[in-house]
């Protein structure tokens, strides 16, 4: 693989803003080539659509 995990964890959620505690992932590309991105994090949230609004 291209990646590694470095950090995964649930969201606190604290304020109870979302359907389900987002999910968080960072990983480490292990040869990033032309690219130079060495890091990148990923985070997976579930809304509810009447909650969403866009600006």
Do not use: C, W
């Amino acid at each position: 693989s291209g990646v590694e995990v470095v950090q995964a964890y649930l969201y606190e959620d604290i304020e109870d803003n979302f359907e389900r505690p987002p999910y968080i992932g960072t990983f480490k590309v292990k040869n990033p080539g032309k690219s130079g991105i060495e890091f990148f994090t990923v985070m997976d949230v579930h809304l509810r659509p009447d909650d969403a609004y866009a600006n």
